[in-house]
């Protein structure tokens, strides 16, 4: 640390010198549904004003990545500690120098400006009026059709050479935006009710259909040495009579035997709340998680967030990594809760910090709208997932249950607003995100059996991203799906640069996936049934790597698209993802924007893995 004195010599040093012009760092281009601005905010109100520094090295993180998960790399499954991700992409000296410099020059007293513990964050409580000066910005008061007040600006400013140093400045323009999960009832009816009467696996899907379909062994062998995590965000929840009728009825060998449950922010199975649209989800993912691997391999639950107000994905990447959690503190308080929570119900003990162990595979049936968040919020996250893939976990996340329209109904304008109204089509986040593998759904057509091609399901989100850019792996791929399979649309309804990020990656069976909820047999559809029994399909193969002494797969994206794993995947290539007011994307042969890769094929996976080092 530099002493207080050599802070002051460079500070004259700067102030002597030309102050620099000023350019703009972020603008939001509309106000999230719902909102609405209601008045300028009082100038001698106190704000918590955050900056995050940027990290060096960040730009060659998909090289990092790639090195230790690319089949021909000499480094691959080489994966790093925790230590060495941290020591590479801690913000450098000059980059605190630089921040902490101009906000003395601009007259903030030293002893209010705070490093954190990390290095990875500034932190001064001012007022608005010194902050409207600082970001020459102005701050509102904003309130909600339910009542509920946000302070923002529309945008803001940063002196030109303080601006390569900071990633985003909180509050500005960042705004509430709810967790939706996915593949619950809530979404679009999709949970129905059965008969009693059993029929094929095109009708209802069962753990045996699965089995046949992707051709999965019936035990793990290395299963004492493996890991595979579940994550769900209170209030989602689940019974152990339903996990156990699930077990009795499907013949899993599972009765009895439960998650392994760790709490995260106060994360509790909670009972209060007994809709069917609670119990879904939590339900779903355990009963097709467990059975696929089978009694001997523990699963891990992750239940995040208390019964209040709920916890976000930036909430659980602060337990299982405490870079994150300390380094980059990269809570916002817009978007993630700020544990311990004093409200009424609140959960009120410390947030766990990197205390969590992480497991090998960590998949979770949750999304957002990609335009509910900020590109620089949604960009720090994904480079979270990135380096997760560096240390040898495998991220999965649902591509979405809304073909290549946004959750709720919600289209973008040409200007990125979301309305339902509009034309243009609306990806999700973290399926988005280049560095986490993203999972679509497909059926078996009706009257098929598991001998058939499966086929799209029409609902199984899929696209290119507005906010981040081509990852190498899946270049040559999604270049050849538009080049012989070009969709036609104008260029004003989706992101047809083709330099963004395409998903998903691959896809599974979320189509009539028979479940039992509270007491009741049911089918449910999504991209987040389809998630975990990738999941569960991924520890089966790192179950054989383990067994054969090598390390598990990590991130799989460079693998996968490789020449390698051609004929690891079943090619899905009928079926389209319908949505604002197109008929979408159609699935092809190769890769394409409804199925990815294609399904599992166990064996041949299991092959190509086993090949690599
Ligand atoms: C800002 O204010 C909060 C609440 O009063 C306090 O906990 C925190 O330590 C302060 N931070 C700084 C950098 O002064
Ligand atoms: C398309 O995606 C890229 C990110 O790869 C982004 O820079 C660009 O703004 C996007 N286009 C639209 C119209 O959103």
């Avoid at 760092?25 to 209601?38: D, F, V, Y």
């Avoid at 809570?331 to 497991?359: E, F, L, M, R, W």
């Avoid at 957002?368 to 949604?378: F, G, R």
């Avoid at 598991?450 to 507005?466: F, I, M, Q, R, T």
Wanted: proline share 7%.
């Amino acid at each position: 640390m530099l002493s207080l004195l050599s802070w002051l010599t460079l500070s004259l040093v700067v102030v002597s010198g030309a102050t620099s012009p000023w350019t703009l760092h972020e603008r939001r281009s509309h106000i999230p549904p719902g909102w609405n601005r209601a008045r300028k905010h009082e100038p001698s109100a106190i704000i918590p004003l955050r900056i995050a520094l940027t990290q060096p090295n960040i730009d060659q993180i998909g090289s990092y990545l790639n090195d230790v998960s690319h089949p021909d790399s000499p480094n691959y499954g080489d994966h790093w500690t925790p230590d060495q991700v941290a020591t590479k992409f801690a913000p450098t000296k000059e980059t605190i120098n630089t921040v902490r410099d101009w906000l003395l020059q601009s007259g903030v007293d030293p002893a209010r400006v705070e490093v954190s513990p990390g290095k990875g964050w500034l932190h001064v409580n001012s007022t608005v009026g010194e902050v409207e000066g600082l970001l020459r910005a102005k701050y509102y008061v904003y309130v909600h059709d339910t009542g509920a007040e946000h302070v923002a600006s529309e945008s803001y400013h940063l002196p030109a050479h303080v601006t390569p140093h900071v990633d985003f400045v909180t509050p500005t323009i960042h705004f509430d935006a709810r967790l939706a999960h996915e593949g619950g009832p809530t979404t679009s009816g999709i949970v129905t009710k059965v008969s009693a009467k059993a029929k094929g696996c095109d009708e209802e899907i069962t753990p045996s259909c699965l089995r046949a379909l992707y051709g999965l062994p019936n035990k793990p062998v290395s299963a004492k040495k493996n890991s595979f995590g579940i994550v769900e965000f209170t209030p989602q929840t689940h019974r152990q009579s339903d996990l156990n009728s699930f077990a009795k009825k499907y013949s899993t060998g599972l009765s009895g035997v439960s998650p392994k449950m760790v709490s995260i922010d106060g994360g509790v199975l909670q009972t209060k709340l007994t809709d069917d649209n609670y119990y879904a989800e939590s339900s779903a993912d355990l009963e097709y998680g467990m059975s696929l691997v089978g009694p001997k391999q523990e699963v891990t639950l992750y239940q995040v967030g208390d019964t209040h107000r709920g916890a976000s994905f930036n909430n659980f990447l602060d337990a299982i990594d405490g870079f994150y959690c300390i380094f980059e503190n990269g809570d916002d308080a817009s978007h993630d809760t700020i544990y311990p929570d004093n409200v009424p119900g609140g959960y009120k003990g410390k947030q766990p910090c990197g205390t969590v162990k992480p497991t090998n595979v960590i998949s979770t049936s949750y999304k957002y709208n990609e335009a509910d968040l900020s590109d620089l919020y949604a960009g720090r996250q994904c480079l979270e997932y990135g380096k997760l893939g560096i240390m040898g976990i495998t991220v999965l996340y649902p591509s979405g249950d809304d073909g290549v329209e946004g959750g709720r109904g919600l289209c973008l304008t040409p200007k990125g607003k979301q309305t339902s109204k509009g034309k243009v089509f609306n990806p999700s986040f973290p399926a988005s995100c280049p560095f986490v593998t993203a999972v679509g759904a497909t059926r078996i057509a009706s009257g098929g059996s598991v001998h058939d091609p499966e086929s799209a399901w029409d609902h199984s989100g899929g696209g290119w991203s507005n906010y981040f850019g081509m990852p190498a792996y899946q270049a040559d791929a999604v270049k050849s799906y538009l080049k012989h399979h070009h969709p036609g649309y104008s260029g004003d309804i989706w992101n047809s640069t083709g330099k963004s990020r395409a998903y998903p990656d691959l896809s599974a069976i979320g189509y009539n996936v028979m479940i039992v909820i509270r007491d009741e047999v049911m089918t449910i559809s999504g991209t987040s049934l389809s998630t975990p029994i990738v999941g569960a399909i991924l520890t089966l193969v790192n179950d054989a790597r383990i067994n054969a002494g090598k390390r598990p797969i990590g991130f799989i994206n460079s693998a996968i698209y490789s020449e390698k794993f051609s004929g690891a995947f079943h090619d899905v290539t009928t079926g389209t993802n319908p949505g604002c007011g197109t008929k979408g994307f159609e699935a092809v042969k190769g890769w394409d924007p409804v199925t990815g890769l294609g399904t599992p094929n166990f064996p041949r996976m299991v092959e190509a893995w086993l090949k690599l080092r």
